[in-house]
């Protein structure tokens, strides 16, 4: 067995006997896929800083030409396809729900988890896709696909539309935070993450901590390298389907193991 076997191996191991996995993901993942990152913008948008633009700071000083820029962006996304590693995420969440349940959350504003048939994708920095309204008057539209609802008025109130990204210096919803914590995760798997956004980098750390598995997969070590399980170094693409394909098998031999020693006690 060679060591990113072995490794490949021992991160399954360690996640097999969760009954609650939390799978977070960050840009890392989206960018498998070829999204461009926030920062890859500046090279098409010589001068845009993402954080100004991002910002209702931003929009409010120039709203058209933010708009324009989002709307860049959902052209972009559109046109590229998800990855081997998203597509086996999709597989993961289905299977087996009652050894193991599986909730996904992302920071990552694109579609591309949808895309790859995941199910209840917890987007906690909003979606790209999503027109809402600038003032709070709570309408939004999900999926503006032509851009329509971007050039229009809040057909409600009247005030701006704005993209459905949570900007910087914007708290996160706390519906969505909620759900993270009622969900209990006994085991984190963390993709393409940089775990440094907070406050949901606090979350593999606190878990690490508290004794439970985290396994990290990223091209490259984070601040949460030396406090996981197992990190794997790779690209999310190359290493997810493996991971759950090893996943699923050691799941379905602990489910055996159990069934067994219940036979054995029966007899
Ligand atoms: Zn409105």
Redesign the pocket.
């Known amino acids: 067995m060679n060591q990113v076997t072995a490794e490949l191996n021992r991160a399954a191991v360690a996640l097999a006997g969760c009954r609650r996995l939390l799978v977070l993901t960050g840009a890392g993942m989206s960018a498998d896929a070829g999204v461009p990152t926030f920062r890859g913008h500046q090279g098409l948008w010589g001068d845009v800083d993402p954080e100004i633009y991002a910002s209702l700071d931003g929009f409010l000083a120039e709203p058209d030409k933010v708009w324009e820029w989002y709307r860049q962006r959902r052209f972009e996304i559109a046109s590229v396809e998800p990855h081997p590693g998203q597509r086996s995420l999709a597989l993961l969440q289905r299977f087996s729900p009652e050894a193991m349940q599986v909730l996904v959350a992302t920071t990552n504003e694109d579609d591309l988890l949808e895309r790859a048939g995941l199910e209840s994708v917890i987007q906690l920095h909003g979606s790209l896709f999503t027109t809402r309204?600038l003032?709070s008057?709570?309408?939004e539209v999900s999926d503006d696909a032509d851009n329509a609802w971007s050039l229009r008025d809040?057909p409600?109130?009247?005030?701006r539309t704005r993209p459905g990204s949570i900007w910087f210096g914007e708290k996160l919803d706390p519906e969505l935070t909620q759900a993270l914590e009622d969900f209990a995760a006994d085991g984190c798997l963390v993709v393409g993450s940089s775990s440094v956004v907070q406050p949901i980098a606090a979350i593999p750390p606190e878990m690490a901590l508290a004794g439970l598995p985290v396994v990290e997969v990223n091209i490259a070590r984070t601040p949460l390298s030396d406090s996981v399980t197992v990190h794997l170094q790779g690209s999310a693409a190359s290493i997810l389907p493996h991971l759950v394909d090893q996943l699923t098998s050691a799941v379905i031999r602990a489910q055996q193991h159990t069934l067994n020693s219940s036979v054995e006690q029966a007899s």
């Open positions: 309204c003032d008057c709570g309408w809040c409600r109130c009247g005030a």
